[in-house]
């Protein structure tokens, strides 16, 4: 004969076996959804220290918490005996340092000192700790503006200024000029010196092919004879014997250099 059960028994069976399996898919639920106590701390934090540094190594900056870069550039490794253009970011940054890519004494010492005070390791080094607390990497150096040209307004009312002086061979003074002797001259008023020859002249100035008033102007090559340039197709030199300094046309085949 088989086993009997009583029907009431059979009924049991089945709701307490409903209520079993609900139980242990609720529990399995809640061992996914709410971690034990410490959990997260061991093993979440330990992963996202990885990723952080994995992205240094790849990306060349720090990452923030949610992937937000900080735009922190971080140099190659530079230590005592290193030279070039990373030492030289390292001496502006700590400051108080001759600005020359040589790591050398006064250049630790001071890291050292910036480490101290920052609560890094001590030793000299600049590493990726030490370049995200200077503020990050960059090769290339603040550029001061370069100041602005000095105005040629001074050469050409100096030139004005000689007009009558007479022609003289050789003549470097207001007593009488040369052609080259009156540029010369003209020149060192306005704080330039140049060469005395015309063609000591050319060779020395740089040719120009959008001439401003104050420029020097040529003839020949090597040149034979020059003036100053006052625009609008008009120069004042020292011409020929019997003349005096007078401003004149262009003429000829000339060109333009400026010193």
Not at 186 to 202: E, F, L
């Amino acid at each position: 004969m088989g086993s009997y059960s009583p029907r009431h028994l059979k009924r049991e069976s089945k709701v307490l076996n409903k209520v079993g399996r609900r139980s242990l898919a609720v529990a399995a639920a809640g061992a996914v959804v709410v971690p034990l106590a410490g959990m997260e701390n061991a093993s979440a934090a330990p992963s996202a220290g990885l990723a952080q540094a994995g992205s240094v190594q790849a990306a060349g900056h720090l990452q923030a918490a949610g992937g937000l870069s900080t735009a922190v550039r971080i140099g190659p490794t530079v230590q005592y005996g290193s030279r070039g253009a990373a030492v030289k970011t390292v001496q502006r940054k700590v400051g108080g340092l001759a600005v020359d890519g040589i790591f050398g004494p006064r250049t630790k010492a001071k890291v050292k000192s910036f480490q101290r005070s920052h609560r890094l390791a001590i030793d000299g080094i600049v590493g990726r700790h030490t370049w995200t607390a200077l503020g990050g990497y960059s090769s290339t150096p603040t550029t001061k503006p370069k100041p602005a040209p000095k105005s040629n307004s001074s050469i050409v009312s100096t030139a004005l200024g000689l007009r009558g002086t007479p022609y003289r061979w050789g003549g470097t003074t207001p007593a009488g000029f040369d052609c080259s002797g009156f540029t010369q001259y003209v020149y060192r008023q306005a704080g330039k010196s140049i060469p005395r020859t015309a063609s000591a002249q050319a060779a020395a100035a740089t040719r120009v092919s959008n001439p401003r008033p104050g420029d020097l102007i040529f003839w020949g090559s090597p040149a034979y004879h020059n003036g100053i340039y006052l625009g609008n197709g008009k120069m004042i030199a020292a011409r020929t014997p019997g003349t005096v300094v007078s401003v004149q046309n262009l003429w000829g085949n000339h060109y333009f250099a400026r010193i």
